[in-house]
């Protein structure tokens, strides 16, 4: 079983950009669907993007569209999040989960393994 790992959180400030990693050291981190969440403080953690295990499918909260995309090499078993004209309210825990399944792309409970999280501030 996989178990993701994030990093390339920080802080920054607003109108910056920050790349975050989700990655794994196993042989079948190729074949899970890969989405990121973010939760800020005293809100529920929220669906920001998901990629297909392939790549060629990708979805965004529209809360993010036209500012992230998400991407994936499945020869480095990495899922990047690629984040643009970030904004105060980017500001939260994002975290990287793996799955299997078919179902809503947007829902957390579809996923099967969860990382630990890395935090993004945007000051503003």
């Known amino acids: 079983q996989v178990q993701p790992v994030e990093s390339g959180g920080g802080l920054v400030q607003a109108g910056g950009s920050l790349r975050l990693s989700c990655a794994d050291s196993?042989?079948?981190?190729?074949?899970?669907?890969i989405g990121w969440f973010r939760q800020a403080p005293g809100k529920e953690r929220e669906f920001v993007a998901h990629?297909?295990?392939?790549?060629?499918?990708?979805y965004y909260a529209d809360s993010v569209k036209d500012r992230f995309t998400i991407s994936r090499d499945n020869a480095k078993n990495t899922v990047y999040l690629q984040m643009n004209k970030l904004k105060p309210e980017d500001t939260a825990v994002y975290f990287c989960?793996?799955?299997?399944?078919?179902?809503?792309?947007?829902?957390?409970?579809?996923?099967?393994?969860w990382g630990q999280g890395t935090q993004v501030t945007v000051s503003s």
């Open positions: 196993g042989r079948t981190f190729s074949s899970y669907a």
């Open positions: 990629i297909s295990w392939s790549g060629g499918k990708t």
């Open positions: 989960a793996a799955r299997r399944s078919s179902g809503s792309y947007y829902a957390l409970h579809e996923y099967d393994v």
